[in-house]
């Protein structure tokens, strides 16, 4: 089972990287990573302008050209361009190299190397089968969902879908494919299945229309419909509880399947109140952690607010806020419920298996 599931997760994977490199070759714009091998700048104008002549060597054609980059007035001296450093360049239509960004794959490359050994240290080679876990999920947003919103597919059966595809392929991945396993998958989506009602019902009482950011309102000047944009809310809102949905309801069912082995002398009510205590304090920390992420990503948007002269209640009731009010209380809604919901079916099931 295990080989099969490792297996599939490796055509997946090929597909959507084949997909990917499919999509970037359509483009017409070329893109290409150079090292910056010399800069020059001028002194600061009367405004505190700088501009950087930068004298670049392109990594794949070795073509060697000269760009002038700049204003570097609102810059910290980290931000400005020096020599030995790995740019991304884009080559337009014309012929001309224009600077996009710093390359920053090889940093990302070296801290996922440190993150997996890490894994491996602490948690075993087990531990890496969540991160395939994390990695599929990643695959199925960027080559399902956001290709299914872009064709107008409904939000409601997209995070549906996307549950019930992403759900037992990472959880199986994370924990094998066990009873409890199993159990825990059920759990999920029955509260997914309550998760996105509720949902539904905070979207449409608090009147948000997914226009809460800037780039929900570029979506809107590229003629997305209200619909799209409020689907785009409604699938983030799944995904964000989805995410942290499947570690509650995993934790909680072999909590279940634990305290009946160390006494199965015990009757349903007993291991059932015993497990669901721990659940309680579980429930305490995630939600906390669930609000703290949210806060934490819109941190800067609090801060623009926090200097405005708009008083705290209209600051509350604008739609930026409001959709991350109702991110997390729908969030915290399904974790609460996860925790009955597991505990109770966990505790049925281990009381009609026989062997675990």
Not at 72 to 94: A, D
């Amino acid at each position: 089972m295990k080989f099969y599931v490792y297996k599939f997760f490796g055509i997946f994977l090929f597909f959507s990287l084949s997909f990917s490199v499919f999509a970037e070759n359509k483009n017409q714009e070329e893109f290409f990573v150079g090292k910056i091998l010399q800069v020059s700048q001028n002194s600061p104008d009367e405004f505190g302008n700088i501009i950087q002549k930068l004298k670049i060597e392109i990594l794949t054609t070795k073509q060697k050209i000269e760009i002038e980059n700049g204003n570097f007035r609102n810059f910290s001296e980290e931000q400005k361009f020096s020599p030995g450093e790995q740019i991304v360049l884009v080559k337009m239509e014309n012929g001309e190299f224009s600077i996009i960004e710093n390359y920053r794959l090889s940093g990302i490359f070296w801290i996922l190397i440190i993150f997996l050994l890490t894994v491996v240290a602490i948690v075993g080679f087990s531990g890496l089968g969540s991160v395939f876990g994390l990695f599929l999920g990643i695959f199925v947003v960027i080559f399902g969902i956001i290709p299914g919103i872009l064709h107008g597919t409904n939000a409601i059966f997209l995070s549906v879908l996307s549950a019930i595809f992403i759900t037992p392929i990472s959880m199986i991945l994370a924990h094998k494919a066990r009873f409890p396993t199993f159990v825990a998958i059920l759990s999920t989506f029955l509260t997914i299945l309550l998760a996105i009602f509720f949902a539904i019902f905070a979207v449409k009482i608090c009147k948000l229309f997914g226009l809460g950011d800037e780039s929900a309102q570029f979506l809107q000047m590229e003629n997305f419909s209200i619909e799209k944009l409020r689907g785009i809310l409604f699938v983030g809102i799944l995904l964000g509880t989805l995410g942290v949905l499947d570690d509650i309801t995993a934790a909680q069912t072999f909590t279940v399947f634990k305290i009946y082995k160390t006494n199965p002398k015990q009757n349903f009510c007993q291991v059932f109140k015993s497990s669901f205590s721990i659940g309680r304090e579980h429930i305490n920390s995630m939600i906390n952690t669930l609000a703290m992420a949210y806060f934490g990503a819109s941190l800067p948007l609090f801060i623009i607010f926090s200097r405005s002269q708009m008083p705290f209640w209209v600051i509350l009731n604008s739609e930026i806020v409001a959709e991350e009010i109702v991110r997390i209380i729908a969030g915290s809604f399904a974790l609460i419920l996860a925790v009955p919901i597991s505990t109770f079916l966990a505790t049925v099931f281990v009381f009609h298996q026989k062997k675990f």
